[in-house]
């Protein structure tokens, strides 16, 4: 018995010499170590010996187990280590070598106007129409008709308005006043609402004129409008826009579907009122068209206009951005030029 212990640590010892991996090791435990291994059944058999073997041969035992139990967590760790080291090897990354340079994405500058336009409406109780009553393939009857603009408006003529093919008096539409009767169609006062998008117009481009440019629309009903409300919200909204306490006047002017109709100027940005080229000598620069909503056109969507009244405003979003970044031709935002776009 004492032979065969000797032998067991003998060969246990070589195989945990040569063994490479943690697998390795766990077959070699199970071999010699576990339950069913070599060593357990020597020890199985002790019960046959004498006391004095029992005693010598026990505790030979118990030594070759603790021999082997120690080679094999020293073996452990060398492995572990010859195997951690592999592994960062091959893992190695070079920190020195240059990151690869990915450009960041600007929002577009008419998308960023449009946003803070939104928000200072927003600001002031007034929330975006549903798209739904704002579409850009709209019918001459909304575009026009429903907004009070006589059958022989010029505006109506083929020169000025994309007509489609879908169907007769299907067009393209020209403003975003449509919205306005969309949106009193589908909603009793009271009404504070805004509607930002895109429009089109049958017009040589040119620097400042495109076939496809972008407008807000602002439309407020409600019992007691006044002249007074459109002039606070607007100026409000100049201030906020323009970003100091800029003058701004009211124009006369003249729409279908308001009356009175205004006009806001706002005092030059360029050259703060003396008159510059920008504009054109006045210094005065043109932002908005507005005024309250003509009797007709509540009417036309059966709101009493004897018992409510209300104002509407439209403004041109490359207008506005131009003005404020002092851009001299509208051509600039439609070219995809990723120099003229990353200064935003
Ligand atoms: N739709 C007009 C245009 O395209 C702008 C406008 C003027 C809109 C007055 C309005 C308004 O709502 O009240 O020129």
């Not at 990151?99 to 008419?110: A, C, E, N, Y």
């Not at 579907?257 to 030059?268: G, K, L, N």
């Amino acid at each position: 018995m004492k032979e065969n212990l000797e032998l067991i640590l003998k060969n246990a010892s070589e195989e945990i010499n040569k063994a490479q991996t943690m697998q390795n090791l766990e077959d070699i435990k199970l071999k010699y170590l576990s339950r069913k291994g070599e060593l357990n059944s020597i020890k199985k058999n002790l019960k046959d010996l004498s006391d004095e073997d029992k005693r010598i041969i026990g505790a030979l035992a118990n030594k070759v187990s603790n021999e082997l139990e120690e080679l094999i967590t020293k073996k452990n760790e060398e492995i572990y280590k010859i195997e951690l080291n592999k592994k960062l090897n091959e893992e190695k990354i070079d920190i020195t070598l240059p990151s690869d340079f990915r450009p960041q994405g600007k929002v577009h500058p008419l998308t960023q106007t449009v946003s803070e336009i939104v928000e200072i409406f927003q600001g002031m109780g007034f929330s975006l129409v549903k798209s739904e009553n704002s579409p850009e393939v709209e019918t001459e009857y909304i575009n026009f008709d429903m907004l009070n603009f006589p059958p022989d408006h010029p505006a109506k003529d083929m020169q000025d308005t994309f007509y489609t093919k879908v169907a007769p008096n299907v067009i393209l539409r020209s403003q975003t006043s449509g919205a306005q009767i969309r949106q009193m169609l589908n909603q009793k006062p009271p009404i504070r609402v805004i509607s930002p998008g895109r429009v089109y117009r049958c017009e040589s481009v040119s620097a400042r004129k495109n076939n496809l440019f972008h407008q807000i629309e602002g439309l407020m009903v409600d019992t007691d409008i006044s002249f007074g409300d459109l002039k606070g919200v607007l100026n409000e909204f100049v201030r906020l826009y323009f970003g100091v306490n800029r003058p701004t006047r009211f124009r006369a002017s003249y729409f279908p579907f308001t009356e009175p109709s205004a006009e806001v100027d706002v005092q030059c940005i360029m050259c703060g009122g003396k008159g510059c080229r920008t504009c054109s000598g006045t210094g005065w620069l043109e932002v908005l068209g507005s005024g309250m909503v003509h009797a007709n056109v509540l009417r036309n969507v059966g709101i009493d206009p004897e018992v409510y009244s209300g104002f509407a405003f439209g403004m041109g979003v490359e207008r506005l951005t131009m003005l404020k970044y002092a851009i001299n031709d509208i051509r600039l935002f439609f070219n995809n030029d990723i120099r003229f776009l990353k200064q935003f």
